[in-house]
């Protein structure tokens, strides 16, 4: 059961209410008010934006899955839509898809297509999944594309964990290296500084110098290099959604060593994966590459396969519009070259797609023996100058007082 928030109007007095109700959906809860005596104007999902046409509340990669296996399952069976809809929803353990899940049955019985349900849920059905079953709606093969779906997921989600797991340990690497650094400065530092304090005509090394002024202003402006920091960390983030910053943010992913190759064959894969799926779902060439480019997440290469398409619609075959392109690898173009001679580019884009999985995976593996070795050297320079800042004014008193 889900808890709704509505808004209704008494039919003898006229008078508005506002409340909670528990119902299995929107068309359950609208029933229980009618029955009350309640006109319904208004029935919100308990916790879901007003007018923001998504559910709160996470949705993971592996419950979308289930979805589309279990759905494909008992469509293949010979249930009709709604029943199976029904079916998956009780199977369902996450109250946000359940409420999506109600939303779509309730969109399906008012005449709907799936694909247009579907579509009123951005934040969870991304734009290939739309176009993927309303191709499967066209061509009548709605429980092959779901499957379809369900594989390209599988892959996608698999490929992204693995290049996150690579960044992860560098990442946590450098975080505990600052937090050593830190430490150093506040405690270790400041002890120096009260040895030689305490000994007349002494004086520090101008290099403990440095770094302890740095220590004092950390001790003594911490809040203040909070505040920087953190504004720094927003403002970059904001300015990385915007139209430049996401135009720098792209390019560098497929210009800095060591992750750029990495990146290209990412979205290489990527964009033969997803290509692959439509062109096998029936869906026709411009609407794939549409598609595709918007799935891609990488303004440059979108506006490749965007320029690709025009060139297309003017008569060009995909693998020439994609020729000398420097957003794409030299394969991609001559693999599709291949299946359009031989009719067969479902499967060239699929074996394109397996293809640069695997590199990717190798780069993975390169990229971590390369950082590893790296990581140790930063490690032992930092290490190195924090040991020179104590060790050099201690070895300064000790010749001072041999020379005594």
């Avoid at 229980?32 to 919100?44: H, Q, V």
């Avoid at 979308?64 to 759905?71: A, N, P, W």
């Avoid at 809040?223 to 390019?251: E, Y």
């Amino acid at each position: 059961m889900l808890t709704y928030v509505y808004t209704a109007r008494e039919s003898t007095s006229g008078k508005r209410i506002s409340a909670e109700i528990e119902a299995e959906d929107e068309r359950a809860a609208a029933k229980i008010l009618m029955e009350r005596g309640l006109a319904p104007l208004d029935i919100t999902l308990k916790g879901e934006r007003k007018g923001a046409g998504a559910i709160l509340g996470r949705i993971s990669t592996k419950q979308k899955v289930i979805f589309s296996r279990q759905l494909s399952t008992l469509i293949n069976a010979g249930l009709p839509l709604v029943q199976s809809l029904e079916h998956v929803r009780g199977q369902t353990g996450n109250k946000s898809l359940q409420a999506v899940i109600g939303k779509l049955i309730t969109d399906v019985e008012a005449g709907s297509a799936l694909s247009d349900a579907l579509a009123r849920h951005p934040k969870v059905f991304d734009i290939v999944y739309v176009s993927l079953i309303a191709a499967g709606e066209t061509s009548g093969t709605l429980d092959r594309s779901l499957e379809r779906l369900a594989n390209q997921q599988e892959k996608d989600a698999e490929i992204i964990s693995k290049v996150r797991g690579a960044m992860v340990y560098p990442f946590i690497v450098i975080l505990v290296m600052i937090g050593v650094v830190t430490f150093m400065l506040v405690t270790v530092l400041p002890q120096v500084q009260s040895l030689y304090n305490s000994i007349p005509g002494a004086s520090l090394p101008i290099f403990t110098r440095m770094l302890l002024a740095v220590s004092s202003f950390i001790r003594d402006f911490w809040w203040l290099v909070l505040i920087i920091l953190g504004a720094g960390a927003f403002l970059t983030t904001r300015w990385a959604r915007t139209g430049p910053g996401k135009q720098v943010i792209d390019r560098l992913k497929m210009k800095m060593w060591p992750i750029g190759p990495l990146f290209k064959k990412l979205y290489m894969a990527r964009f033969a994966r997803t290509a692959s799926t439509l062109v096998g779902s029936g869906v026709p060439m411009l609407k794939m590459l549409s598609t595709t480019s918007s799935a891609i997440n990488n303004v440059h290469v979108s506006k490749s396969i965007n320029d690709a398409a025009e060139k297309v619609k003017g008569g060009k075959a995909l693998s020439d519009a994609l020729a000398g392109d420097p957003n794409f690898l030299e394969l991609v173009p001559n693999m599709i070259r291949i299946g359009e001679q031989s009719g067969s580019l479902q499967d060239m884009l699929s074996k394109v797609a397996d293809y640069y999985e695997k590199e990717v995976d190798n780069q993975i593996k390169s990229i971590s023996t390369l950082v590893e070795p790296i990581l140790m050297i930063c490690i032992g320079i930092v290490a190195l100058i924090i040991v020179a800042a104590v060790l050099l004014p201690i070895y300064s008193l000790a010749g001072k007082n041999l020379i005594r």
